[in-house]
């Protein structure tokens, strides 16, 4: 099954309106990206503080399908995808009670942190890309069976 993360909205996600904050829609996927880290055994202290390499973000989207309320249970599909030698993707898809409330999408490059120039993935990136992947598709074949 591909990852999922659990994560109940807290009144501090929200703006006046009572839904979630837009960007912290964006928060709330980075906590499952790190989650997801760890669940493979990834140091996320390590992955964070002073590495020789970095995956910022150069891209990030948010489609909102529905208001997300204080309170709901997300459910956070995690879906990544290597771009290039340099790249990847995030799709994640946040539900509430089976029903898709936003759908968001982060683009990370692979950067020396010391000249800031692009490098290749590193090893355990590509594992943690591969397993997901693998996950990913294994859930999507389920979902096409019981769909017959």
């Known amino acids: 099954m591909s990852f999922t993360y659990n994560r109940t909205v807290r009144f501090q ?3 006046a309106a009572g839904v979630v904050y837009f960007a912290n829609v964006l928060a709330i996927c980075h906590e499952a990206y790190e989650e997801s880290l760890s669940k493979i055994g990834i140091n996320v202290k390590d992955f964070f503080t ?10 990030a989207s948010v489609d909102f399908l529905r208001p997300i309320f204080c309170g709901d249970n997300l459910l956070i599909r ?3 995808q290597q771009l290039g030698n340099d ?3 995030i799709t994640y898809e946040l539900m509430v009670a089976d029903v898709m409330v ?4 982060t683009r990370h490059v692979c950067i020396e942190t010391d000249t800031r120039s692009k490098t290749e ?3 355990h990136i ?3 890309l591969e397993t997901n992947r693998r996950e990913s598709e294994s859930a999507e074949r389920r979902k096409s ?3 017959i």
């Open 50 to 59: 002073n590495p020789s390499v970095a995956f910022p973000i150069v891209h």
């Open 78 to 80: 995690l879906v990544p």
């Open 13 to 15: 996600d929200t703006d």
């Open 126 to 128: 590509k594992e943690w």
């Open 102 to 105: 936003s759908k968001s999408l």
């Open 145 to 147: 069976r019981e769909a």
């Open 121 to 123: 993935l590193p090893e």
């Open 87 to 89: 790249k990847f993707e």
